[in-house]
């Protein structure tokens, strides 16, 4: 079984920056996807960023220039920088991996903006 560790979140003020890192226990040669997702109070969850296992990174339009995703595979980790944070930003946000074309998803770590 995959397991995958979050943490990172917490409580900042609007344009501030946060950075969350998730750890993966899977083999990263049998990786698909990895990435981002947040969920808002009364919303569906949606992706925020997301790397395919070529370089391709895709990004919601609402956080382009803001938030960047990074991959450190000697970790076996993913990091998303998030700058500029702004109140709509607050969300439940959960890592996502796909490993042999399996999903596996992490606890989930909670991000708080300010106004």
């Known amino acids: 079984q995959v397991q995958l560790v979050e943490s990172g979140g917490g409580l900042v003020q609007a344009g501030g920056s946060l950075r969350l890192s998730c750890v993966h226990s899977?083999?990263?040669?049998?990786?698909?996807?990895m990435g981002w997702y947040r969920q808002a109070p009364g919303k569906q969850r949606e992706m925020v960023a997301r790397i395919t296992s070529g370089t391709s990174t895709a990004y919601a339009d609402s956080v382009k220039g803001r938030f960047t995703l990074s991959r450190d595979n000697a970790n076996k980790a993913i990091h998303l920088q998030m700058n500029n944070l702004q109140p709509e930003d607050t969300a439940v946000y959960y890592c996502n991996v796909i490993i042999s074309y399996f999903n596996y998803w992490g606890q989930g770590t909670q991000v708080t903006v300010s106004s």
């Open positions: 899977g083999s990263t040669p049998n990786i698909n996807a």
